[in-house]
């Protein structure tokens, strides 16, 4: 396949191709266009190797002619000048052209490629734009047994170096996809373990699939409110093995040899 077509063309995979917004592209040629969209909406640069993925509304838009290829990449993935924050996070926050007073996140894939942003409006409202992924501060997702990452939930909650944020509840899927061979401990926001029952689903649900998927949970932490609203001396601490056994007792069975010995390597 060609790496290098008319912007706009599509050629015989029904690949389509654009000029990057990321690098600018060819200076000599302005028409010239290195980066390719597939029929799935996945995107790559040939010429500086950026990629990201379009949402199913950018898709749909497109196929309906609602907005323009450059409208659709524009408002996707190029960068937000970073802006004064609303709330304190580690994170750096980017302005959204549309919305001045939002607050936008990068968000990026274990190994440093932004995919998408998680948009942040007043209150409680957001929006994602490209494909799911994470927010962390460091250039590359690493870590070791006694320099763990601490799982939050939202990109307020990133507040110390090793925070790192899935941009919404911790879920099983979400560990799997982005921390596998990764040792963490969780810290969720008070409304997913406020209760009996919601602690023993969080640790069959959430815990237990994680830990199948070799994702080196260390335990959970535990607070009054929000990660970012808490003090150090308000965290409790509970290891796997104790919250194994105290919020779904027969799963501790199940924590095997291997992945003890793994874990605590």
Excluded at 39 to 61: N, V
Excluded at 215 to 242: C, K, N, S
């Amino acid at each position: 396949m060609a790496r290098a077509m008319i912007d706009g063309a599509r050629d015989e995979d029904g690949v389509r191709w654009a000029r990057c917004p990321v690098c600018g592209d060819s200076v000599k040629n302005p028409r010239k266009a290195h980066m390719m969209i597939d029929l799935k909406g996945s995107t790559y640069c040939f010429h500086c190797g950026h990629s990201s993925q379009l949402g199913l509304s950018e898709l749909i838009d497109l196929a309906l002619d609602e907005r323009s290829l450059d409208e659709i990449l524009e408002s996707t993935i190029t960068d937000r000048g970073a802006k004064e924050q609303r709330r304190f996070s580690l994170l750096q926050t980017f302005e959204d052209e549309e919305v001045p007073e939002a607050d936008a996140f990068e968000m990026r894939d274990q190994h440093g490629r932004r995919v998408g942003w998680h948009v942040r409006y007043p209150g409680k409202r957001f929006k994602n734009e490209g494909d799911r992924g994470i927010g962390y501060v460091a250039p590359l997702l690493k870590s070791k047994p006694y320099e763990p990452l601490v799982i939050v939930e939202g990109p307020y909650d990133v507040i110390k170096q090793n925070y790192v944020s899935v941009f919404g509840a911790i879920t099983a899927g979400t560990l799997a996809k982005f921390f596998r061979l990764q040792y963490v401990w969780l810290f969720p926001d008070p409304d997913q373990v406020d209760s009996e029952l919601k602690r023993w689903r969080f640790a069959e649900k959430v815990i237990k699939p994680a830990l199948d998927a070799m994702v080196f949970i260390q335990g959970v932490l535990l607070a009054p409110g929000d990660p970012d609203e808490v003090r150090d001396e308000q965290i409790e601490w509970l290891t796997v093995d104790e919250v194994l056994a105290a919020w779904v007792p027969a799963a501790a069975e199940d924590y095997s040899p291997i992945h003890r010995a793994l874990a605590g390597a």
